[in-house]
């Protein structure tokens, strides 16, 4: 008999089948995932990622599968966030000792992080002068994204053309690592940006005052839901797949231009090519599972469908993963996004010192500086213990060391 390599939880809904076997769980994560498994229209069960932590609105490292019902807080504000990663023809060897310059080449073509506008200043963060590769890129997402200002004149005010091919903060990086083989790849992270984050808090509090019109009465208010066969329902599905492709599309610019950042910096040309899918981990898709055809809401964790090519990466000290699928069926063919954290930015900020991110950093050509204390390896789970518990899910097919991190 095969062994079980997931836990079950189950306490007034649908079970819980979390990959959490040796990495931590924190208990409000847990009270979080029972929340969302007592929502009625939940197919089959909740699905918890091995990086699960708490979240806002809805437990990240979730897979949410519903029937009739989208919850717009369980994809989040942050949506279509994933991965982009591309395997170069450089070899180690030919990198300089000192990454320095590559480090700054990235970051000078590509605006990252945030600064707070002044009376006639701009954000570091937004393009002032838009690139003309960006805006030929905005080119085919402008036309709808005109029907939805129209829809949700919310919308106008937004950073979107000016945000397409920008980092932003947080978790999001740009990375150059080295696999095992020692070819070089660049790896990025980041979303939809500003739109995106208007376009879900927008979305969610359209649900919650469904729920008051209709007097819905939830565990959670964040778990406001929109019924299918709504016009609200076909907004926000409109919306979102918009979105979504604007976060595919923002990867897609940052990774031409870091490619070509990198050219300069070392003055040497080199192939470039995508080995693995750029692929959305804060997003919802229609699927077909266990007899029903359902949507899939995955907030922190990624499709692992079989031979589906994936990313799993780790903090700015840790191994990241290129991984393939195995279609693990219990999972609704899902892996985890990431390592996971362990500390609130907070408690990090509070616990972790400026000499022990520079130690944990120390073979990285990365910031240092106080700034970033919250994205540091010791905030997050052991990346490997993550892997353990998901071998079911995924197979690794290679694993990266980052040499380069560019954070906001």
């Known amino acids: 008999m095969t062994q079980r390599t997931y836990e079950v ?21 847990k009270e979080q995932l029972k929340n969302i498994s007592r929502m009625p229209f939940i197919h089959q069960w909740v699905a918890a990622m091995p990086d699960v932590h708490l979240g806002k609105g ?18 989040g504000v942050d949506i279509g966030c994933g991965m982009m990663a591309v395997c170069t023809s450089l070899k180690a060897s030919q990198l300089p000792d000192d990454l320095g310059a590559v480090r700054s080449a990235i970051e000078r073509a590509i605006p990252h992080g945030r600064s ?13 002068d838009v690139p003309k590769d960006v805006q030929s890129a905005w080119a085919p997402l402008a036309v709808q994204f005109d029907v939805l200002q129209d829809k949700h004149p919310v919308l106008r005010k937004t950073n979107n053309l000016n945000h397409l091919g920008t980092l932003g903060t947080g978790n999001h990086f740009i990375e150059m690592c080295l696999d095992e083989h020692g070819s070089v790849w660049l790896m990025l992270h980041s979303g939809s940006r500003g739109v995106g984050n208007r376009i879900g808090n927008h979305f969610i509090e359209m649900a919650k005052r469904d729920m008051e019109r209709w007097h819905i009465h939830l565990p959670d208010s964040d778990l406001a839901y929109l019924p299918e066969g709504t ?12 979105a979504q492709n604007y976060a595919r599309i923002n990867r897609e610019v940052m990774m031409a231009r870091a490619i070509g950042a990198v050219k300069t910096a070392l003055k040497m040309d080199f192939e470039a090519r995508t080995e693995a899918v750029n692929c959305h981990h804060n997003y919802v898709s229609r699927e ?5 055809d359902v949507l899939v ?20 000290g840790a191994r990241s993963f290129i991984v393939r699928g195995l279609g693990n069926a219990e999972s609704f063919c899902s892996c985890s996004h990431g390592a996971g954290r362990v500390m609130s930015r907070t408690k990090a900020k509070q616990l972790v010192s400026l000499e022990e991110h520079r130690l944990a950093t120390a073979d990285v050509e990365c910031r240092k500086d106080a700034g970033v204390i919250d994205e540091t390896p010791a905030a997050y789970k052991p990346i490997e213990m993550v892997m353990a518990a998901q071998k079911d899910l995924v197979e690794i097919v290679y694993t990266l060391k980052q040499v380069v991190c560019v954070k906001g």
């Open 9 to 29: 939880m189950q306490d007034g809904g649908v079970p819980i089948k979390s990959w959490t076997v040796g990495v931590p769980f924190e208990a409000e994560a």
């Open 58 to 75: 809805a437990t990240i490292g979730s897979v949410v599968p519903t029937l009739g019902a989208v919850i717009p807080a369980a994809v």
């Open 116 to 128: 707070a506008r002044a009376r006639g200043g701009r954000d570091k963060g937004a393009w002032c």
């Open 231 to 242: 016009e609200h329902f076909d907004q926000y599905i409109e919306a979102v797949e918009w």
């Open 288 to 292: 077909h599972h266990f007899g029903k």
């Open 297 to 316: 809401t995955r907030k922190g964790a990624v499709r692992a469908g079989l031979g589906e090519m994936g990313i799993i990466p780790g903090s700015m």
